[in-house]
């Protein structure tokens, strides 16, 4: 009986099926035993494949190249796992980046009965400035009224006393900055009749006010100023009534105290 060695041709002779056979599964055997286990060790784990039993005649099947049917492969060798994956598996969530803690911001505790009174206060304290404000523009309302109905009768001439001076200038237009029998200001018209009398008294209203001496019961020919500091001032001739020199488009003459006077002045 000839043998079939890898890579010749059979020997002639006479062919038994039976021998043929075994001397077939004989060569076969021998890469199989050399790749019967292949160890695959990778953080411990282990995988465990077996050959095939066959292989073709005359060629020898590396155990590298041959893909197990039905073994159980475990560990890195299948499947690399990340870590991240694998507590998210079982719960655990991913660890993430922090950012700085933020100050957490006061708590304001506000006291409702506190902040009712308060605003309570407020509204009482405005309304009652608006109804003072409210009379002082009633009384000034009436007060006006009362002047231009009841009429006053005006001083007699007295050359030699401030009425009379200021009297004799009866027509003189206004004019801002004059201090002449051409065109007077309310301060410069009564500096003029006080040096006309031989007194001499500060140019400007705020002036005259400053340095005259303050009287609470006018009599005629003293100040009567407005405002502080005082912003205008006239010749004081009976209640209710001047002569001044107004604003511009007037003339010197009677007038009438249109308002509450910040107050009288005497030299």
Request: positive net charge.
């Amino acid at each position: 009986m000839a043998q079939n060695v890898a890579g010749r041709h059979r020997a002639p002779g006479r062919y038994n099926p039976l021998s043929e056979l075994k001397v077939i599964a004989k060569e076969s055997a021998q890469p199989a035993v050399k790749g019967a286990a292949v160890v695959a060790a990778s953080g411990g784990l282990v995988a465990t494949f077996a050959q095939p039993s066959f292989a073709a005649d005359g060629q020898a099947v590396a155990a590298a190249n041959v893909t197990p049917s039905s073994a159980a492969v475990v560990g890195p060798a299948s499947a690399t796992v990340k870590a991240a994956s694998a507590l998210n598996a079982i719960g655990f969530a991913e660890q993430a980046t922090t950012k700085k803690a933020k100050a957490p911001k006061p708590i304001v505790i506000k006291d409702v009965v506190v902040e009712k009174e308060r605003a309570e206060a407020a509204a009482r304290a405005e309304a009652a400035e608006r109804a003072a404000e409210e009379r002082r523009q009633a009384a000034e309302r009436a007060s006006r009224t009362t002047t231009e109905r009841t009429p006053i009768a005006d001083p007699a001439p007295s050359a030699s006393g401030i009425v009379g001076i200021a009297q004799s200038m009866f027509g003189v237009p206004y004019v801002y900055g004059g201090n002449s029998p051409s065109g007077f200001d309310c301060s410069g018209f009564t500096s003029w009749v006080y040096r006309q009398a031989g007194i001499s008294i500060p140019r400007t209203a705020s002036q005259q006010q400053a340095s005259a001496t303050r009287v609470s019961s006018p009599q005629p020919g003293d100040l009567v100023f407005f405002g502080y500091p005082a912003y205008h001032v006239g010749i004081y001739v009976s209640p209710g009534r001047m002569i001044d020199a107004q604003r511009p488009g007037t003339v010197i003459g009677y007038h009438s105290i249109w308002t509450t006077p910040s107050g009288y002045g005497r030299y």
